[in-house]
């Protein structure tokens, strides 16, 4: 991680990898790379990790913005309705305010757009919304909200009505 540091990149700060062929066998990040990662803070399996790695980056958050007009077209060119996409969007927002409220979870849990970017041909109707809700956020509701599962719940079903 270190030869990821802005001051430590260069062929002057070269190691040898663990498995480097020998001594001149080393690995350097050159000086005009630029890394730029994505990282769920949701996801604090990796807590000690993203201590070192934070430090070593600047961070910009990003929040679930479902009405810009990039997602519509999208969804409309997968054959949503615009009534539809307008209903997506509210259910998932009024959602998304929920979960920013709760103490125990925040705005880094809100739901973002890519549940609802089908793919490979799938159509974006009523069917297509009901699986993503079943198999991919009922799921997901229920981690969130394991200690109250009614909660969880009333959720799914709040996107389903």
């Known amino acids: 991680m270190m030869l ?8 002057e700060f070269a190691l040898p990898l663990t498995y480097s062929q020998g001594l001149d066998d080393k690995f350097f990040i050159p000086e005009n790379l ?28 990003l929040k679930p913005n479902f009405k810009e007009i990039k997602f519509h077209r999208y969804l ?20 998304n305010e929920k979960i920013s409220k709760d103490k125990n979870l925040g705005n880094g849990f809100q739901i973002g757009h890519s549940y609802f970017c089908p793919q490979c041909g799938v159509s974006a109707d009523y069917n297509w919304f009901k ?29 389903l009505a």
């Open 34 to 61: 630029h890394l730029i990662g994505t990282m769920n803070t949701a996801d604090r399996s990796l807590a000690m990790v993203d201590y070192a790695l934070r430090r070593r980056f600047c961070f910009i958050d």
């Open 4 to 11: 990821i540091e802005c001051d430590k990149r260069g062929r």
């Open 131 to 159: 699986s993503v809700v079943h198999s991919e956020l009922s799921p997901l509701l229920k981690e969130y909200w394991f200690d109250n599962l009614e909660q969880a719940q009333k959720a799914v079903d709040s996107l």
């Open 76 to 95: 409309s060119e997968a054959g949503a309705e615009e009534a539809f996409i307008q209903q997506i969007v509210q259910k998932i927002e009024e959602l």
